[in-house]
C-alpha cells in the first residue's frame, strides 16, 4: 500500500498529497494540515483515510477542525468523523444540502469569527455557486490555501492532465 507522506511547508504547516482520479485523469488531491499555537490541527480537504493518516496526525496534534472547503471536496470525510470523533466538521455553504448524510457540525460564513481566527483567516468566495470555495490564509506563514480556484500539478505530468 502507498504511504502517505507529510511534506512540511512551513514549521506548523505540513501537507499530504494522494492520487485522485477525475474524469479518468489522474489529477492527485491534498491534505493541508495547520497546528494552531493550542496543539489542534486545522484539517483542510481530507484525503482518504488509510491506516497511517490517524497515526501521523496523532503525532502532530489534536484533530479538532475538518474543513470540506468546496462542494467538491467532500469524497472522504465521512471516515474522519468515526477516527476523529471529538472533531468539528466544517462545510462551505450549499454542501450541507448537497451531503446531508455527513451532518456538518459548522456552515461556514463570512461573517462569523470562528475559534481558528488569530490564525488562520477565511473567505468564502462568492460567483461560482458551482463550488462555493472558501479561501483560507495560514497567517503566520503566509500560506494562502485554494483547492479547485487554481491548480498546482509540478512538472511529472501525463500527457492526458497536461491537456486539462
Ligand atoms: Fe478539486
Not at 459548522?106 to 481566527?117: A, I, S
Not at 455557486?129 to 490564509?137: G, K, S
Request: with cysteine; charged share 20%; aromatic share 12%.
Amino acid at each position: 500500500m502507498l504511504e502517505n507522506i507529510l511534506t512540511p511547508i512551513f514549521h506548523n504547516v505540513w501537507t499530504i498529497d494522494c492520487p485522485q482520479k477525475f474524469l479518468g485523469m489522474e489529477i492527485g488531491t491534498r491534505m493541508t494540515i495547520i497546528r494552531l499555537k493550542s496543539g489542534e490541527l486545522f484539517l483542510h480537504s481530507p484525503i482518504h483515510l488509510t491506516n497511517d493518516i490517524p497515526k501521523k496526525l496523532n503525532t502532530l496534534g489534536k484533530v479538532t477542525y475538518v474543513i470540506a472547503p468546496n462542494k467538491f471536496h467532500h469524497l472522504y470525510i465521512g471516515a474522519y468523523y468515526t477516527a476523529f470523533p471529538n472533531a468539528e466538521m466544517y462545510a462551505v455553504p450549499g454542501l450541507d444540502k448537497k451531503r446531508p448524510d455527513l451532518s456538518f457540525h459548522v456552515v461556514l460564513t463570512n461573517e462569523t469569527v470562528y475559534e481558528w481566527r488569530e490564525e488562520i483567516d477565511h473567505l468564502v468566495f462568492r460567483g461560482i455557486p458551482l463550488i462555493n470555495e472558501v479561501l483560507f490564509l495560514h497567517r503566520e506563514s503566509r500560506t494562502l490555501i485554494l483547492t479547485d480556484l487554481i491548480f498546482n500539478f509540478g512538472s511529472d505530468l501525463a500527457l492526458t492532465t497536461k491537456i486539462f
